[in-house]
């Protein structure tokens, strides 16, 4: 590496020609396959935007302008170029480098992200506060073709065009979103590009045209031919009656090109949106061929492009949920399945060929989402509607307004719910137990297993639904084999695991298998704890949690959601206001956000592993019953008999 080791910060990059910047994308790709094979990450995106990224950092003066970058996942050049070139193989570790722009982690990341289609609401705050505070920076926000089709983008552009502040937006055009991009948006852009090579043949036919007799004839046709379809013609149209001058499309890759451009619209005053045309994967011929199997990846030998495989011999739950859902297409013709971009992320591949009819991918449009399922529920369609716990949030007006007030049986399928383990804060799906919780007429089930996601899928097309149902399931493996019969489900019902006796812990979805971890653990230690799959979050299993009440002295809640608002708050205020007077705590996610991180060592960081779980019940129950003296010994068997089963008393109610 010649260019790379020397670039400290964007200053470094002026320095250099423009040959020498085309060196350095080189270089700059070979370390990005380097580091993604070691550490996992978003591959293609990142390899489609090196010369973009170079140019930016060349034309503007960083960190005065400010780069607004969408999603943000297309960062790792911005963070080489940024001095975190040496702390790249941290990325997406725990304690490393995010795999998106953070403000705390570097002063050259002026705004963070995850989600799709912020970046010019974003960049357009910036410009306004700029010039209240008049001051004079340069802002450009820099958004994909897919992110482009979210409705905030255009919420952005409307604003902006009307705004009129000095702006630019470059749209990186690579024709994939993480699957190809869908929708009438993305044919649009497709068409500008199609333009730019009918504007090269329309020129060759006008020389060619120069040398016949009749030529001022033909040409006159052909201008007759032009005029009338023009107002499909004129490329980016869609832009300028949106308030923007348009320029492009340019080559992303050329890098002279995008320096000489980049320098021409940077002192252009107003709204400017320049597209620029990229290969999403390019320089890397794994990603270049298969941009939707690179978009994000695990580790990967770098020869071949061979991805790792899986540790688990046990199928996933998105891969449970994605074969289900082909059988409930078989069960019935009214299922519909629904997705925002997220075909292969929520497992419905298979279902979208087997039913394309029923199939739809809305694009990065949750709130449309939520709205369009709504719609189909009305009409007598059963919606399946599969979005990532962290971008339901995006559709929760829809969820409300549309969706549960009007009492629609819409199935909310939230995948990555809980910690979602390397992408970090902007995807943890910390959140949706609490913000549906409060829904009302909304039924939230969480299943422990795959079996029992099965049968609450099943349930959902099998029952008239009073209104909708959530389902939310980790981004993990299912911890028990599948079996072939779907299983039966008392539906409202929670199960009891054990016998009831004093010490219950209620476990909500993956803390179940959690919590039998940290049973067997203290079963050895003369502790006995009874386990109740807490399955359905709303409405609570009432009859099951006054028998708890009634049995037990320590009851703790575990669930993978935040604690403010979540289950063990529900159970918490149950107790307080029917009299419960032993002792109670609520394990969960706490009230701040949780970084990015394997999801093992993350839950470990929580104290939501099997481990900690334990070492908690088992400082909880100790205190407890210290306090209450004489409980200790009717709580620890004695030592040496801890195999043996002790029947534990009822514990006098006052304290
Ligand atoms: C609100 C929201 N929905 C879904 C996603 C998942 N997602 C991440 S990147 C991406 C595709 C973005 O495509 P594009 O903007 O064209 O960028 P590219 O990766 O092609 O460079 C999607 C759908 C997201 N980040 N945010």
């Given at each position: 590496m010649k260019f790379l080791p020397q670039i400290d910060s964007p200053a470094d990059v002026k320095k250099l020609t423009t040959d020498e910047l085309v060196e350095l994308a080189g270089e700059i790709r070979q370390e990005i396959v380097t580091v993604v094979s070691q550490?996992?990450?978003?591959?293609a995106t990142n390899l489609g935007s090196v010369e973009l990224t170079i140019a930016l950092h060349y034309v503007f003066d960083l960190p005065t302008d400010k780069l607004i970058w969408d999603?943000?996942?297309?960062?790792y050049t911005h963070k080489m170029l940024t001095g975190r070139r040496e702390r790249m193989?941290?990325?997406?570790?725990y304690n490393g480098l995010a795999g998106f722009a953070k403000?705390?982690?570097?002063?050259?990341?002026?705004f963070g992200a995850?989600?799709?289609?912020?970046s010019i609401s974003a960049a357009l705050g910036f410009a306004a506060a700029r010039d209240n505070a008049e001051l004079d920076y340069k802002v450009v926000a820099i958004i994909g073709d897919g992110a482009m089709t979210g409705g905030l983008a255009f919420e952005g552009l409307d604003n902006a065009g009307s705004l009129k502040k000095d702006l630019l937006v470059v749209l990186n055009d690579?024709?994939?979103?993480?699957s190809k991009s869908v929708g009438a948006i993305s044919k649009y852009l497709t068409n500008i590009m199609v333009d730019e090579k009918y504007n090269k043949l329309r020129n060759e036919i006008w020389d060619l045209t120069g040398?016949?007799?009749?030529r001022d004839k033909i040409r006159e046709t052909i201008s007759n031919i032009e005029d009338s379809i023009k107002g499909l013609l004129v490329p980016g149209k869609l832009f300028e009656k949106l308030g923007f001058r348009y320029f492009g499309p340019i080559d992303g890759h050329d890098m002279g090109l995008l320096v000489k451009t980049l320098q021409q619209v940077k002192?252009?005053?107003?709204p400017i949106l320049l597209h620029v045309a990229t290969i999403k994967g390019k320089g890397y011929k794994p990603a270049e061929g298969n941009p939707f199997k690179y978009h994000g990846v695990g580790k990967?030998?770098?020869?071949?492009?061979q991805v790792s495989s899986r540790q688990s011999d046990k199928p996933t739950y998105t891969k449970v949920f994605g074969d289900t859902m082909v059988e409930l297409g078989a069960k019935s013709d009214r299922v519909v399945a629904i997705t925002a971009a997220m075909v292969a992320g929520t497992g419905l591949v298979d279902f979208a060929d087997k039913y394309p009819n029923r199939f739809?991918?809305?694009?990065?449009?949750e709130g449309h989402a939520g709205t369009f399922a709504a719609g189909l529920a009305a009409a007598g369609a059963r919606p399946y509607?599969?979005?990532?716990s962290t971008f339901m949030q995006r559709a929760f007006d829809q969820v409300v307004h549309d969706i549960a007030l009007q009492g629609l049986p819409v199935v909310l399928c939230m995948d990555r719910s809980g910690l979602v383990g390397d992408d970090g804060p902007t995807h943890h799906g910390a959140f949706d137990l609490s913000y549906l919780s409060m829904i009302p007429d909304l039924t939230i089930a969480v299943p422990r297993d795959g079996n029992e996601l099965r049968a609450m899928l099943h349930y959902t097309v099998d029952q008239e639904l009073p209104g909708p149902v959530a389902i939310r399931y980790p981004r993990d493996s299912v911890p028990t084999d599948m079996v072939d019969e779907v299983q039966d489900i008392e539906w409202g019902k929670w199960e009891a695991l054990t016998s009831m006796g004093e010490i219950a812990v209620l476990a909500v979805g993956t803390m179940v298998a959690h919590a039998q971890q940290a049973a067997e653990i203290l079963s050895d230690k003369g502790i006995d704890l009874s386990i109740v799959?807490?399955?359905?979050?709303?409405?609570?299993d009432l009859v099951m949690l006054s028998r708890v009440k009634e049995t037990a002295s320590f009851i703790l809640t575990i669930e993978e959601?935040?604690?403010?608002?979540?289950f063990g708050q529900a159970v918490a205020d149950f107790l307080l206001t029917h009299g419960y007077t032993g002792r109670f705590k609520a394990l969960g996610i706490p009230d701040r956000f949780i970084m990015h991180g394997s999801r093992t060592l993350l839950l470990k960081e929580i104290g939501l592993d099997p481990d900690s779980i334990t070492a908690t019940i088992e400082a909880f129950v100790s205190d407890g019953a210290k306090h209450i003296g004489f409980l200790h010994k009717l709580i620890f068997r004695k030592n040496g008999n801890a195999k043996k089963k002790v029947e534990v008393g009822r514990v006098p109610q006052s304290r």
């Open positions: 550490t996992g990450g978003h591959l999603v943000s996942n297309q960062t193989l941290t990325l997406r570790q403000r705390e982690e570097s002063e050259y990341d002026h995850g989600h799709a289609s912020t690579n024709n994939w979103s993480i040398r016949f007799k009749r002192n252009l005053h107003g990967f030998d770098k020869i071949t492009g739809f991918d809305v694009g990065i449009a509607l599969a979005v990532y799959n807490a399955r359905f979050v709303k409405p609570l959601n935040a604690l403010r608002g979540g």
